[in-house]
């Protein structure tokens, strides 16, 4: 019955026990010209072989069997465990990024912390000054403030900088360190 459907499909699939030739090459030259010369896939599957191996000379007939399939698994698997290691490199590179941008963002607080504690010493100061200097214009006021702000983000900037970095580069034990030494810790009341 083989070679009464051999014309009609595109791809054969043998795997069936035995050792006799299902599929010879006179077979083939029989039904070529009934299929137009039109490409025909073989996967023989069988052990032993049931199709000719001959008829992969015929141009357009590709003949596969056990050890072909056995080879392409291969090649697929030591493809896909080097895309597993380059996945899996490119996973722990987001962790790490992941990890340290979560790691810094605990200490943005304290970050935010020292410079809302620098602000208020800065009005405090600047407070005591006005009352003790009310002749002072609202335009010479807004003078001293804005000189006064200026001055606190130039003082502020390098140890901020220093602290975003630490952060950034999850230098924790560094940065606690420079956040202790600047945050005047909070009083019981």
């Not at 070679?3 to 083939?28: F, K």
Request: aromatic letters at 6%.
């Amino acid at each position: 019955e083989a070679n009464r459907y051999l014309e009609r499909v595109d791809i054969v699939l043998t795997s069936i026990g035995g050792g006799t030739t299902l599929l010879t090459r006179a077979d083939l030259i029989a039904a070529r010209p009934k299929r137009r010369y039109k490409p025909l896939v073989m996967i023989d599957l069988s052990v032993p072989r049931v199709i000719d191996t001959s008829i992969q000379d015929f141009d357009g007939i590709y003949l596969f069997d056990v050890d072909d399939l056995s080879q392409v698994v291969s090649q697929g698997k030591s493809f896909r465990e080097k895309a597993a290691k380059e996945a899996e490199a490119i996973i722990e590179l987001e962790v790490e990024k992941s990890w340290k941008m979560i790691q810094g963002e605990r200490f943005n607080s304290d970050i935010g912390n020292l410079y809302r504690q620098t602000d208020n010493l800065r009005q405090a100061e600047l407070d005591k000054l006005f009352s003790s200097l009310s002749h002072l214009s609202d335009t010479e006021r807004k003078a001293i403030e804005h000189m006064t702000q200026s001055l606190t983000k130039k003082i502020l900037h390098r140890p901020l900088s220093i602290a975003r970095s630490c952060a950034r580069e999850s230098e924790y034990e560094r940065l606690s360190f420079l956040l202790e030494a600047m945050i005047e810790p909070k009083k019981d009341k």
